[in-house]
Structures are given as structure tokens and as C-alpha cells.
């Protein structure tokens, strides 16, 4: 066994015990999620004023500052997720993402979850409204938690 599963199995959280995260918890660790990832991005973009007259440098049909910025955002959430099973906005409300199956997250897992998940909301803007699947779910699931098998629980 690895040093790794083995941190992971003392850390496991059992069924019996297991307080899946609401609608509004995860609502207000997402905003907090949202205010870093634009505090970030405007660290990352603010230099891009300087440049070419403070015009928007077009690449195609978008911005440069448009690509950064939404490569820091599915970044972030993939990378912290992954390495901490949690984005900053989740540790500070006491959250984490588990699989269904109480396995450590697999890559597949995460880019099913933030990825896909994600890309499906904001593409389809009317799907945002299907966030509200949380709150009526038993185990608290939204749409991009049942495509990943996963789950948001309290830690």
C-alpha cells in the first residue's frame, strides 16, 4: 500500500458518518471560489492594459485577457480539486469532494467534474438553473457531481 492511500485511509470518511453539503454551502464556498479566481485573474490580466494601447488583443473570435482568464478558472478548480480534493472556497466553509466510492479522485473523476460539468453550465446558460438539483437531491448531487460520481461533503 502505498504512503498515499494510506494517509487517504485514515482520513476516509465512513458511510455512516458521511454529511452531504447543501445547496447554500456550496453556493457561498463557489462565490468565494469565484471572488479568487477573479482576484487572480486580475493580477494576471491588469499587464495586458499596458499593452497595445490598453485595446484588447484579439486571437480569432476572442481576447487573449478572455482565454487567460478561463484557462485560470477551469485550472483552478481542476488542480486544487485533484491535489487537495477541495478548491479555497470549499476549505473555507468545510468542504470536500469525495467519490461515490470513497476511492481517492482519479484524473477522470475531476475532469468529468470541473471540466465537463462546468463547460455543460456556462455553455448552456439556461442550465445554470439546474444547480438547484442540490438542494432536492438526497445525497445534495448536482448534474456535474452524477456525471463524476462524486460527491460534496462536510468535512
Known amino acids: 500500500m502505498s504512503e498515499e492511500q494510506i494517509k487517504y485511509d485514515i482520513a476516509k470518511p465512513s458511510a455512516d458518518t458521511t454529511r452531504y453539503a447543501g445547496f447554500w454551502m456550496r453556493f457561498w464556498a463557489y462565490l468565494a471560489d469565484m471572488v479568487i ?23 480569432a473570435y476572442w481576447s487573449l485577457a478572455g482565454i487567460i482568464s478561463v484557462l485560470v478558472l477551469y485550472l483552478y478548480f481542476l488542480l486544487m480539486t485533484k491535489y487537495y480534493g477541495q478548491t479555497l472556497g470549499k476549505m473555507i466553509f468545510g468542504l470536500k469532494v469525495i467519490r461515490k466510492d470513497l476511492q481517492p479522485l482519479q484524473w477522470s473523476d475531476i475532469v468529468f467534474r470541473e471540466l465537463v460539468g462546468r463547460f455543460f453550465y456556462r455553455v448552456l446558460f439556461i442550465a445554470q438553473l439546474l444547480y438547484i438539483v442540490v438542494a432536492f437531491d438526497d445525497k445534495k448531487q448536482g448534474i456535474h457531481d452524477m456525471i463524476s460520481d462524486t460527491r460534496v461533503i462536510h468535512q
Open 37 to 59: 479566481v477573479f482576484s487572480i485573474n486580475g493580477i494576471l490580466l491588469s499587464p495586458l492594459n499596458f499593452i497595445n494601447g490598453g485595446k484588447p488583443i484579439g486571437i
